[in-house]
């Protein structure tokens, strides 16, 4: 692609990042600044950091790639994001404010006073932190090398150090600006070229998302096939395809249909039905489980509502994010509806998540508009990859900092931060095959199966003890984390058990719940002896001046 | 529903429901209060001045008075959150099940657009931030009822 405004774009976005990281490190002077911005944010800020921080490369990018190429189904990643904050409002957020944790390894001794505990709940933050990281830097290197033809690893390691340096010299103050800003760039980034796209798709004559033909190439196009793949045209002519081979496609022709992907018109616009394959519906709760559940266990989330002065600010900022986070997910069907009309050839190459960046230039044509949208998204995706991953890495350097070096000093903070951030970017390098939103799905999981039940037994329940949360979360925890390693690095699976280990979070939450409730029940002389204390403390508003 | 969040709180209804506690008091329940001076015996001042102190004392030293309030409260928030995520689940988690059932409703269209795509690609947010702000009150007004019922100046 020949856009000569997509790298000033992307570099402009790194440097105000940087920029509004040095304002901020004029003021971070203490510890206690780096760590939690010393409670000084006031809550619009803040929700719009938390905001910032939480729309990554998987909200950006893969929700329009994945809804291009499945269609209804897969509405419910935007809608499931959303409502994990709900969850956390309901279930989580002025408690765990009132707890005065200021990390999940934090919430473990205070409610439950168990320093093994601590160290098993370091682990699993540690664990779903890269998890969560590597597929950023991976959509960074995948976005640059289609917007900008540089190599993969330049965007993942070009992404990687930016994102250390800055949490590493900034702290989180100098992050809560930079994250805020970054969300307003990210929906400006969607919804300034969707209003461009929407009127085109007027000025088009509304040509029709599912054509009872079939969608169709508007323009002449040259396909270059990325995956191997079995294309069916609608002829009847099928066709092996290998990685390098070039289709010719005239204006009109129809797209072939690819196998593995949903292009069946029916298939894309109607919900999976009854009795045809009930392995459908179970995806379908078993990933609505997952992210309604999992967005409280995520390390970067929690972290956030320290920085509000008191339970009833941490309830309302949380309900400002829920409002945000919608707005912004309104956004991204736009693209994947439109993309089925405008950038069909994503569904021959399988490069589904790059229809965000490609969409404006394809629909709108090559003039310095369409350009000059191209180079926004660009920057918007650039915007998304780095806040979560200075989100991340904030809060994994932050418990590597206290629970592994046991240092609190500014420096332990800022080796810790190389540490976390080194190695994601090395796992980042060597495994480019795996699927972006696939793999935050399954962070989601390994989140919803292990810290929500600690969180919320915790929180509501005041008969859990140490030995049962353990339990809990090792078994739950450890089956979803099973469940990633055998869908990342196993054999292909087919039938049930591709289902069960690709959405665990059916089965791995209530397995999760269900242990650490029998477990507490059954060691129940553990008990913590100040539970009555710490439930007014976790409950009791701060008026009452306890 | 205020009806009912406001009998969660156990005692409030039962105790303080014929005289709300005055707002007006609530600023400086510390200070001893010159008007009921009367109330005011031996045994009250030596434990700090006001009842509202006392009852904030046995809160803090768990007494089994303290420890049913807080019950209270904690049962009342969590009934709450409960009820409107039970709202959540069926409203939202109904959606696919209610559509593998009923094929039919998925091709019905609204202003063009097929109604699977406008509940969950633009409805579902609406009402998800709907039931937020919904908790965010009522939570607030559960706390309130629980610091009404710590301060309030007299039984």
Same mark, same amino acid.
């Given at each position: 692609?020949?856009?000569?405004?997509?790298?000033?774009?992307?570099?402009?976005?790194?440097?105000?990042?940087?920029?509004?990281?040095?304002?901020?490190?004029?003021?971070?002077?203490?510890?206690?600044?780096?760590?939690?911005?010393?409670?000084?944010?006031?809550?619009?800020?803040?929700?719009?950091?938390?905001?910032?921080?939480?729309?990554?490369?998987?909200?950006?990018?893969?929700?329009?790639?994945?809804?291009?190429?499945?269609?209804?189904?897969?509405?419910?990643?935007?809608?499931?994001?959303?409502?994990?904050?709900?969850?956390?409002?309901?279930?989580?957020?002025?408690?765990?404010?009132?707890?005065? $944790?200021?990390?999940?390894?934090?919430?473990?001794?205070?409610?439950?006073?168990?320093?093994?505990?601590?160290?098993?709940?370091?682990?699993?933050?540690?664990?779903?932190?890269?998890?969560?990281?590597?597929?950023?830097?991976?959509?960074?290197?995948?976005?640059?090398?289609?917007?900008?033809?540089?190599?993969?690893?330049?965007?993942?390691?070009?992404?990687?150090?930016?994102?250390?340096?800055?949490?590493?010299?900034?702290?989180?103050?100098?992050?809560?600006?930079?994250?805020?800003?970054?969300?307003?760039?990210?929906?400006?980034?969607?919804?300034?070229?969707?209003?461009?796209?929407?009127?085109?798709?007027? $000025?088009?004559?509304?040509?029709?998302?599912?054509?009872?033909?079939?969608?169709?190439?508007?323009?002449?196009?040259?396909?270059?096939?990325?995956?191997?793949?079995?294309?069916?045209?609608?002829?009847?002519?099928?066709?092996?395809?290998?990685?390098?081979?070039?289709?010719?496609?005239?204006?009109?022709?129809?797209?072939?249909?690819?196998?593995?992907?949903?292009?069946?018109?029916?298939?894309?616009?109607?919900?999976?039905?009854?009795?045809?394959?009930?392995?459908?519906?179970?995806?379908?709760?078993?990933?609505?489980?997952?992210?309604?559940?999992?967005?409280?266990?995520?390390?970067?989330?929690?972290?956030?509502?320290?920085?509000?002065?008191?339970?009833?600010? $941490?309830?309302?900022?949380?309900?400002?994010?829920?409002?945000?986070?919608?707005?912004?997910?309104?956004?991204?069907?736009?693209?994947?509806?439109?993309?089925?009309?405008?950038?069909?050839?994503?569904?021959?190459?399988?490069?589904?998540?790059?229809?965000?960046?490609?969409?404006?230039?394809?629909?709108?044509?090559?003039?310095?508009?369409?350009?000059?949208?191209?180079?926004?998204?660009?920057?918007?995706?650039?915007? $998304?990859?780095?806040?979560?991953?200075?989100?991340?890495?904030?809060?994994?350097?932050?418990?590597?900092?206290?629970?592994?070096?046991?240092?609190?000093?500014?420096?332990?903070?800022?080796?810790?931060?190389?540490?976390?951030?080194?190695?994601?970017?090395?796992?980042?390098?060597?495994?480019?095959?795996?699927?972006?939103?696939?793999?935050?799905?399954?962070?989601?999981?390994?989140?919803?199966?292990?810290?929500?039940?600690?969180?919320?037994?915790?929180?509501?329940?005041?008969?859990?003890?140490?030995?049962?949360?353990?339990?809990?979360?090792?078994?739950?925890?450890?089956?979803?984390?099973?469940?990633?390693?055998?869908?990342?690095?196993?054999?292909?699976?087919?039938?049930?058990?591709?289902?069960?280990?690709?959405?665990?979070?059916?089965?791995?939450?209530?397995?999760?719940?269900?242990?650490?409730?029998?477990?507490?029940?059954?060691?129940?002389?553990?008990?913590?002896?100040?539970?009555?204390?710490?439930?007014?403390?976790?409950?009791?508003?701060?008026?009452?001046?306890? | 529903?205020?009806?009912?969040?406001?009998?969660?709180?156990?005692?409030?209804?039962?105790?303080?429901?014929?005289?709300?506690?005055?707002?007006?008091?609530?600023?400086?329940?510390?200070?001893?209060?010159?008007?009921?001076?009367?109330?005011?015996?031996?045994?009250?001042?030596?434990?700090?001045?006001?009842?509202?102190?006392?009852?904030?004392?046995?809160?803090?030293?768990?007494?089994?008075?303290?420890?049913?309030?807080?019950?209270?409260?904690?049962?009342?928030?969590?009934?709450? @959150?409960?009820?409107?995520?039970?709202?959540?689940?069926?409203?939202?988690?109904?959606?696919?099940?209610?559509?593998?059932?009923?094929?039919?409703?998925?091709?019905?269209?609204?202003?063009?657009?097929?109604?699977?795509?406008?509940?969950?690609?633009?409805?579902?947010?609406?009402?998800?931030? @709907?039931?937020?702000?919904?908790?965010?009150?009522?939570?607030?007004?559960?706390?309130?009822?629980?610091?009404?019922?710590?301060?309030?100046?007299?039984?």
């Amino acid at each position: 692609m020949g856009n000569g405004y997509v790298v000033p774009a992307i570099v402009a976005v790194t440097l105000v990042t940087v920029g509004i990281g040095f304002y901020g490190l004029r003021l971070a002077r203490t510890t206690s600044d780096f760590l939690v911005a010393s409670r000084a944010v006031s809550p619009t800020w803040n929700a719009a950091a938390i905001g910032g921080e939480y729309l990554s490369a998987a909200s950006f990018l893969g929700v329009a790639g994945l809804i291009l190429k499945y269609g209804v189904d897969v509405l419910w990643y935007p809608v499931g994001f959303a409502a994990g904050y709900l969850a956390l409002l309901l279930f989580v957020a002025a408690p765990l404010r009132r707890s005065g $944790a200021f990390t999940l390894p934090d919430f473990c001794e205070v409610r439950l006073g168990s320093r093994r505990l601590r160290k098993l709940a370091t682990v699993f933050v540690i664990f779903i932190g890269w998890l969560y990281l590597v597929p950023q830097l991976q959509g960074a290197g995948l976005t640059l090398s289609t917007v900008a033809g540089s190599a993969y690893p330049v965007g993942a390691l070009l992404v990687a150090a930016v994102v250390t340096v800055n949490v590493a010299l900034g702290g989180m103050r100098a992050i809560t600006f930079v994250q805020a800003f970054q969300y307003w760039l990210k929906l400006t980034a969607l919804a300034v070229p969707a209003i461009f796209l929407a009127l085109q798709w007027q $000025a088009d004559a509304r040509p029709a998302v599912t054509p009872p033909d079939g969608p169709a190439f508007r323009a002449a196009t040259t396909v270059v096939v990325e995956h191997r793949a079995t294309l069916t045209f609608p002829d009847g002519d099928v066709r092996q395809v290998r990685p390098g081979d070039r289709l010719d496609f005239a204006a009109g022709d129809p797209v072939p249909e690819v196998s593995g992907t949903a292009i069946d018109a029916t298939d894309w616009l109607l919900p999976a039905a009854a009795g045809e394959d009930d392995r459908g519906l179970f995806r379908t709760y078993s990933l609505i489980l997952a992210t309604f559940l999992g967005t409280m266990g995520l390390p970067h989330v929690l972290v956030r509502f320290y920085t509000n002065p008191d339970g009833a600010a $941490a309830r309302r900022t949380t309900l400002v994010v829920l409002a945000l986070v919608g707005l912004f997910y309104l956004l991204p069907t736009i693209y994947g509806v439109l993309g089925r009309i405008y950038t069909p050839q994503l569904l021959v190459t399988g490069h589904t998540d790059a229809v965000v960046v490609l969409l404006p230039e394809a629909a709108l044509g090559g003039g310095t508009a369409a350009r000059l949208l191209a180079a926004l998204v660009a920057a918007g995706a650039f915007a $998304a990859f780095l806040s979560t991953s200075s989100g991340l890495l904030t809060s994994v350097a932050g418990v590597i900092s206290t629970d592994v070096l046991g240092r609190g000093s500014v420096r332990g903070f800022q080796l810790a931060t190389v540490i976390a951030g080194g190695v994601p970017a090395v796992l980042a390098l060597n495994v480019s095959g795996l699927d972006v939103s696939e793999v935050v799905g399954l962070a989601f999981a390994v989140a919803a199966s292990s810290f929500c039940p600690l969180l919320v037994l915790g929180i509501w329940w005041r008969g859990l003890t140490d030995l049962g949360a353990a339990a809990g979360v090792l078994v739950g925890g450890g089956a979803a984390i099973g469940a990633v390693l055998v869908t990342v690095l196993g054999p292909p699976l087919t039938g049930w058990p591709a289902t069960l280990t690709a959405q665990p979070a059916a089965w791995t939450v209530p397995l999760a719940f269900s242990v650490m409730v029998t477990v507490s029940m059954a060691t129940r002389r553990r008990l913590p002896r100040g539970v009555g204390t710490t439930m007014l403390r976790l409950h009791a508003p701060e008026t009452l001046r306890l | 529903m205020t009806e009912a969040d406001e009998r969660d709180v156990p005692g409030r209804t039962a105790e303080s429901a014929p005289v709300p506690a005055p707002r007006a008091a609530d600023p400086a329940p510390r200070a001893a209060q010159p008007r009921r001076r009367a109330r005011i015996v031996l045994a009250e001042v030596s434990r700090s001045g006001s009842r509202a102190d006392r009852t904030r004392s046995e809160l803090a030293q768990q007494t089994r008075v303290g420890e049913a309030l807080v019950r209270g409260l904690v049962r009342a928030q969590l009934a709450l @959150a409960l009820r409107l995520s039970l709202l959540v689940l069926v409203g939202l988690g109904g959606l696919p099940w209610l559509f593998a059932i009923a094929p039919a409703l998925g091709r019905t269209t609204v202003l063009g657009v097929n109604l699977p795509w406008l509940l969950l690609g633009v409805a579902a947010f609406p009402f998800l931030i @709907a039931v937020g702000w919904a908790y965010v009150r009522l939570a607030e007004r559960n706390e309130q009822d629980f610091t009404d019922l710590v301060q309030r100046p007299e039984r």
